[in-house]
């Protein structure tokens, strides 16, 4: 479904034969595919805990990276020495790990490695969510109200939320992933979380920097993903709605939004592009803002990398986002203007987890011992499972996503439960129940939801789980013998 305009362009890049992927999991396989497609050799790093992980089988080389099964996906030095040693042209950090870190694109540029994403100097300015600020601001951007600079102290923050007015929310500046937020609904709060957030952002970043900022109370989260080439041309590829989320992690991602008009679509698409342009954006990123209640966009932040989400963009505009990275990367002009983009449809992504919602959606971790992926039509799969693997506890939760399209609302919604149904994963609890019990709720099936969505609906946790089929055979030849007396 390409619903672009065709261009001179080459497919095959010119310059890269080889990436190495600094990454693991599905995002890993994603990569991998695309580079198949582009003729390009792809090279998967892994520690010990991931030997037997689907990104090793995939890529055309692997190489092990130590037994620690974290820190030498972080070892950014290594990881390039690496790439060099391998014969690889770029490197493709995927998300998470080093993919928002200017260090490893400061390295690969010394080493000759092209990496495929923006500039150190974007990665750095849009990871400091106060440099992100003022750049927008000097864009004529609308922001959230809150401080332009990092708090001295908790009496400085007492002064400013009493400016503001509660509720506020207190952030780590160089923040990401939902970690290193806290709401404060009043004085008593905020001077109880000041100093758990700090210690949050110190742990969780490096940096105790935080900043302060008006609570935008239910919000939409939309999110615009932008790409823009090395030759000056930047566009929009339309927004997704994140709205449906869990302490600030998305769960269900939808495209384009069904809560916004035309107008808005087109509103907050041309604000995105001139935030790429701002900044001097260059290869793939999202630009995401706040909808509150009284239909003002506020600026929220700019993701410096590919988004998990990116399955559900793609699928309504027919464009292959990663293809585009390697391409731009190469020094390639985008294949098309903004006027040549269209997006047809709805397209829904499930980040499936393998965590158990109704135990306080613990983590999930252990082997696989039956998965069938969902098909059918309209149906997408990017998933690092198959039947037998044992999924290691080191890493985040997600073990799969689904993607799912359909021409409208109703449509993704039905093809989205049958889908869910369709999916097989036993051995470990997953998410998938709870996003079933999401789809038949009317609320969400009137496509006006917000950020309190799954908060305000703690019932739709009481559902019934499907139990694997052997259980219930092994249980009801169990029956048969009692009543027999064997």
Known sequence: MILCAASNVKNVSSVIRKILIANRGEIAVRIVRACKELGIKSVAIYTDADRSALHVKKADEAYNIGSDPVVGYLNAHNIVNLAVASGCDALHPGYGFLSENPVIAEVCARRGIKFIGPSPKVIRQMGDKIQARLAMIKAGIPVIPGSDHNLASVEEARDLAKGIGYPVMLKATNGGGGRGIRRCDSEAELLKNFERVVSEASKAFGKPEIFIEKCVVNPKHIEVQIIGDSHGNSVHLYERDCSIQRRNQKLIEIAPSPQLTEAQREYIGKLAVRAAKAVGYENAGTVEFLLDSDNQFYFMEMNTRLQVEHTITETITGIDIV???????????????????????????????????????????????????????????????????????????????????????????????????????????????????????????????????????PELLNYAVRRPPELTAAAISAAIAAHLGM
């Open 323 to 457: 293809q585009e990275q390697i391409r731009i990367a190469d020094g390639m002009r985008l294949q098309y203007k903004q006027e040549d983009i269209r997006y047809r449809g709805f397209a829904m992504e499930f980040r499936i987890n393998a965590e158990d919602p109704q135990n306080g959606f613990l983590p999930s971790f252990g082997r696989i011992s039956r998965y069938y992926a969902p098909g059918g039509p309209g149906v997408r799969t990017d998933a690092a499972i198959y039947s037998g693997y044992v999924i290691p506890p080191y890493y985040d939760s997600m073990c799969a996503k689904i993607t799912v399209w359909a021409l409208n609302w109703d449509s993704v919604i039905a093809r989205g439960l049958r889908t869910l149904d369709d999916m097989v994963v036993y051995g470990v609890k997953t998410t998938i129940p709870y996003y079933k019990e999401i789809l038949k709720n009317e609320e969400f099936r009137t496509g006006r939801f917000n950020t309190s969505f799954v908060e305000a609906h």
